[in-house]
């Protein structure tokens, strides 16, 4: 279980969080939500540790992110895989090699043969394993999230964070991402936080939904409730949809 | 005050290079990768470079030297400390902070705006330690070794001058390389490649890993690296010229 506690953050004058806490539970898909520019990615690079607030903590399982030693943070750090939005795959390295780096340097006891199983096994399991030898310039941006899903699951992640997983993908590829997603939390049973502002993705997966808006938790509820919430900023971001006005009309 | 918070990021990123680094078994591959692309890659520029100035250092210092009191051979002697101490270190280093710092920078920088340094970062791996480092050592190695192919190649441009020019006989130009010839100068050639190998990887690294933006402020960090790497590298000169010699 993932904790947030108080988290604060500002860049000079502007402040982007103003005080968020919440709770990811285990084997669940939550998500994060919001308008463009209301703090989703900032306070997801909190969470994983990439950003520093200002205020506040995150706890892993107890273990806190922000006043633990380095070796503590480093074994924390460890336990997370994360999937970016451009997936951020190493451009000069084979799909197998961006796959593999993670054990490359993180396990170094572990055989070459291993390795390359634990390797193949990602990929099978995003459906890739047939462009393992490809570079990065030479696949699609689906197919580039997919290899950054795979390498974020080889090291058996006990956390996943996923920083919009369907920006810039048709609907389609967007569907079967979020498919991906939502069966590997089920399969390798990890705490998966998704930020995205995509009400497919939330009507899809989403468990447990935290709204932001003005730097704050708005609401936070189940994809089904989100439909009847009362804030009258989720109801415009919600209804921004025209399809989820549709389907509300239609119940 | 930024330019003292700017030197502060410096030195803290220095010093976050070699706190918490990683397994040592990793650099060695790292190093070995980055000292062909740093050197190399490098060695056509510096070869062209240098036998260009070694031969127009010759004519110039002969054209200059029209005297029948000052033996020929002193072309010689004025070519290989000019070399020597000034041409193969600091102006090899000087089209290296273009080549090389430009380089350097870009690559960091857009590692850093496709998000691959918080890729790194995110894996518990320390990305400076990881990244720069290993282009650290390659430059520091590297580097000096281009200078003494520089001053190599240099002195062998201002011998071929005298052997198809007129101004002096080769057996001039390599008595005066031979007179009064100072080994320590070598040595110093070597300190200052060394302290401007480091200022080349450092600042351009430095510039490139706090890139924030896109494509436009990519090549401003480029830019940035290659000002400021020069200006560190006639800072540096000028300093150990004053404490060595």
Redesign the interface.
């Given at each position: 279980m993932i904790e947030i506690v108080n988290i604060k953050k500002s860049f000079g004058d502007k402040q982007v969080l103003a005080g968020i806490s919440g709770r990811f539970e285990d084997s669940h898909n939550s998500l994060i939500i919001g308008a463009s520019g209301t703090g989703k990615s900032v306070l997801l690079?909190c969470i994983?540790?990439?950003i520093t607030p200002d205020e506040g903590d995150v706890f892993f399982d107890g273990r806190s992110l922000y006043n633990s030693s380095?070796r503590e943070?480093?074994?924390?750090?460890?336990e997370?895989g994360?999937l970016?939005?451009?997936g951020?795959?190493?451009?000069s390295k084979t799909v197998a090699e961006n796959v593999r780096?993670?054990l490359d340097?993180?396990q170094?006891e572990m055989a070459l043969s291993e390795k390359n199983d634990r390797v193949l096994h990602s990929l099978e399991r995003v459906g890739l394993e047939n462009a393992a030898q490809k570079m990065p310039s030479e696949i699609s941006g689906g197919m580039k999230k997919r290899v950054g899903i795979a390498?974020a699951i080889v090291?058996n992640p006990k956390y996943l964070?996923c920083d919009e997983p369907n920006s810039g993908l048709d609907p389609m590829t967007a569907i079967r991402i979020d498919e991906l997603i939502s069966e590997i939390t089920d399969d390798y049973k990890m705490t998966t936080v998704v930020v995205t502002h995509d009400m497919n993705s939330v009507m899809g997966i989403g468990e447990y939904v935290m709204f932001l808006y003005n730097g704050l938790k708005e609401w936070e509820g189940d994809s089904q409730s989100i439909l009847h919430a009362e804030s009258k900023a989720l109801r415009e971001f919600v209804f921004a949809s025209k399809i989820m006005e549709k389907l509300i009309h239609k119940e | 005050m930024n330019f003292i918070e700017n030197w502060g990021k410096y030195f803290l990123f220095l010093y976050n290079m070699v706190r918490?680094k990683?397994?040592l078994?990793?650099y060695p591959p790292l190093i070995i990768d980055e000292m062909v692309k740093i050197g190399t890659n490098s060695l056509v520029i510096v070869a062209i470079v240098s036998s260009f100035i070694g031969a127009v250092t010759a004519i110039q210092t002969a054209d200059n030297l029209v005297s029948p009191l000052v033996p020929l051979s002193v072309i010689g002697t004025i070519c290989r400390d000019m070399n020597l101490l000034e041409l193969a270190p600091t102006f090899t280093c000087v089209v290296l902070a273009g080549k090389v710092g430009s380089n350097l920078a870009g690559e960091i920088g857009s590692m850093r705006i496709?998000?691959?340094i918080?890729?790194i970062?995110?894996?518990?791996?320390n990305s400076t330690s990881?990244l720069i480092l290993p282009k650290m050592v390659a430059a520091c190695i590297m580097i000096p070794v281009l200078c003494i192919l520089s001053a190599f190649l240099g002195l062998m441009g201002g011998y071929l001058v005298a052997l198809l020019g007129d101004v002096m006989t080769p057996n001039d130009y390599v008595n005066g390389l031979r007179n009064g010839f100072r080994v320590f100068n070598v040595y110093f050639a070597l300190i200052k490649s060394v302290v401007f190998a480091f200022l080349i990887a450092s600042i351009a690294s430095y510039k490139g890993y706090y890139t924030y933006g896109g494509a436009l402020e990519i090549g401003q960090a480029s830019t940035k690296a290659v000002t400021n790497a020069v200006i560190g590298i006639l800072v540096a000169d000028l300093v150990l010229a004053q404490v060595l010699i």
């Open positions: 690079k994983v540790g990439l380095a943070v480093k074994k924390i750090r460890r997370m994360m970016f939005q451009g951020a795959l190493f451009d780096f993670p340097m993180l170094n390498r090291m964070f | 918490n990683e397994p078994r990793v496709t998000e691959q918080d890729a970062d995110v894996m518990g791996i990881f």
